[in-house]
């Protein structure tokens, strides 16, 4: 069953909550998700999610969900996904009492801490996590020795990686520790490949110690600690969407009012 009007699946899945447009697509190639009462399998199937009805193992999809915009700090120990086949902890575990379908909005590595965004927004995070709108994203990694003005250059200039170099990045050495045994280096990039600042820093001779992502787009937070989760005010809301669709995000953080209690 094909509809020639209406909204690809997979798209309606993500803005009702169900899944990741990834993770939706993976339920309609399983044979997941009927239209009307017949399942289908192709990714470019249409529906109108005002008039179809559209179920994913058997139960009827809503549209009517609120949005729900979460930003985490990230403890290392925690893998970005809300199940893992090894049983890890997951990123969810952190999220006590949250009854919507959100999901990570990108990824941080298991041993990788700081700022992490879950949502159910669909667009959103389809529009963060593409490389083309170039949010960006700064961390701080702590590097063994201390990498050399030709170094820092070549990272900032971009890191051949998996045959594509990476987009210039912002790049400063922010100090150095004792007998200068190892240094911390702020790191913005505007791309998010798989273990990209890692990878960058080994190139370049400066294996990476400690990661942590401190910033995403206008997003910062130093006093949420790590383990614990707030919502983001409609004022970063509107500023985070307003990075993506700009492609530009050096924004100045929205101010937020202080808030007495953070979420375990």
């Given at each position: 069953m094909?509809?020639?009007?209406?909204?690809?699946?997979?798209?309606?899945l993500?803005r009702?909550?169900?899944?990741?447009?990834?993770?939706?697509?993976?339920?309609?190639?399983?044979?997941?998700?009927?239209?009307?009462?017949?399942?289908v399998r192709?990714?470019?199937?249409k529906?109108?999610?005002?008039?179809?009805?559209?179920?994913?193992d058997?139960?009827?999809?809503?549209?009517?969900?609120?949005?729900?915009?979460?930003?985490?700090n990230?403890?290392s120990?925690?893998v970005?996904?809300?199940?893992?086949?090894?049983?890890?902890?997951?990123?969810?575990?952190?999220?006590?009492?949250?009854?919507e379908?959100?999901?990570?909005?990108?990824?941080?590595?298991?041993?990788?801490?700081?700022?992490?965004?879950?949502?159910?927004?669909g667009?959103?995070?389809?529009?963060?996590?593409?490389p083309?709108?170039?949010?960006?994203?700064?961390?701080?990694?702590?590097?063994v020795?201390?990498?050399?003005?030709?170094?820092i250059e070549?990272l900032?200039?971009?890191?051949?990686?998996d045959?594509?170099?990476?987009?210039?990045?912002?790049?400063t050495?922010?100090?150095?520790?004792?007998a200068?045994?190892d240094?911390?280096?702020?790191?913005?990039?505007?791309?998010?490949?798989?273990?990209?600042?890692?990878?960058?820093?080994?190139?370049?001779g400066?294996?990476?110690r400690?990661?942590?992502?401190?910033?995403?787009?206008?997003?910062?937070?130093?006093?949420?600690?790590?383990?614990?989760?707030r919502?983001?005010?409609?004022?970063?809301?509107?500023?985070?969407?307003?990075?993506?669709?700009?492609?530009?995000?050096?924004?100045?953080s929205?101010?937020?009012?202080?808030?007495?209690?953070?979420?375990p």
């Amino acid at each position: 069953m094909r509809a020639v009007e209406g909204t690809r699946l997979q798209k309606i899945l993500s803005r009702a909550g169900v899944a990741s447009r990834r993770a939706a697509e993976t339920l309609i190639a399983e044979g997941r998700v009927s239209v009307n009462g017949t399942f289908v399998r192709e990714m470019g199937t249409k529906a109108d999610p005002a008039s179809d009805d559209i179920r994913v193992d058997g139960r009827r999809i809503t549209t009517a969900v609120p949005l729900r915009y979460i930003l985490l700090n990230k403890p290392s120990g925690y893998v970005t996904t809300r199940s893992d086949p090894q049983r890890r902890p997951t990123v969810i575990e952190l999220l006590g009492g949250i009854r919507e379908y959100v999901y990570p909005a990108g990824r941080l590595d298991y041993d990788t801490v700081g700022l992490l965004l879950l949502t159910n927004d669909g667009d959103l995070a389809a529009r963060l996590t593409h490389p083309r709108h170039g949010v960006e994203r700064t961390y701080e990694a702590r590097v063994v020795g201390v990498p050399d003005a030709d170094a820092i250059e070549r990272l900032r200039k971009g890191i051949p990686l998996d045959g594509r170099r990476t987009r210039p990045a912002e790049v400063t050495l922010l100090s150095r520790g004792r007998a200068d045994r190892d240094s911390l280096l702020v790191m913005t990039i505007r791309e998010g490949r798989n273990r990209q600042v890692r990878r960058m820093c080994e190139a370049v001779g400066h294996p990476v110690r400690a990661l942590a992502r401190t910033r995403m787009g206008p997003l910062r937070d130093k006093h949420l600690k790590p383990g614990r989760w707030r919502d983001l005010t409609p004022e970063e809301v509107k500023a985070l969407k307003k990075s993506t669709e700009s492609g530009k995000s050096r924004v100045g953080s929205p101010k937020r009012k202080p808030s007495t209690s953070t979420r375990p």
